[in-house]
Nanobody, 124 residues
Framework: QVQLVESGGGLVQAGGSLRLSCVAS????????MGWFRQAPGKSREFVAA????????NYADSVKGRFAISRDNAKNTVFLQMNSLKPEDTAVYYC?????????????????WGRGTQVTVSQ
């Protein structure tokens, strides 16, 4: 059983940056592909970014491409989401997820484990 704990969320002005972290425990982190999703009030959960377990490939939603960067440190069992040029529409709860599948996954149903989320609020 893998446990995921996100951190790094907060309140930031538009144009600012945040770095989210997700620490995994209870499994072999290096053998899980990781993803970040987000859910805004009244909206369904949406894919943000993913990284394969070898770390050799990444995938991004069009809405964040060029602004967000996902990375991982297998030695620290941690996946990161660097968020730059933040916009008010990026406001959401951000969730970290893990899947045993080797390739990056954009569908939430492909993930086996989820964290509880961290709130990101971007003000005008």
């Amino acid at each position: 059983q893998v446990q995921l704990v996100e951190s790094g969320g907060g309140l930031v002005q538009a144009g600012g940056s945040l770095r989210l972290s997700c620490v995994a425990s209870g499994g072999t982190f290096s053998r899980y592909s990781m993803g970040w999703f987000r859910q805004a009030p009244g909206k369904s959960r949406e894919f943000v970014a993913a990284i394969s377990w070898p770390g050799s490939s990444t995938n991004y939603a069009d809405s964040v491409k060029g602004r967000f960067a996902i990375s991982r440190d297998n030695a620290k069992n941690t996946v990161f989401l660097q968020m730059n040029s933040l916009k008010p529409e990026d406001t959401a709860v951000y969730y970290c997820a893990a899947t045993r599948l080797i390739t990056t996954q954009v569908m939430a149903s492909r993930y086996d484990y989820w964290g509880r989320g961290t709130q990101v609020t971007v003000s005008q």
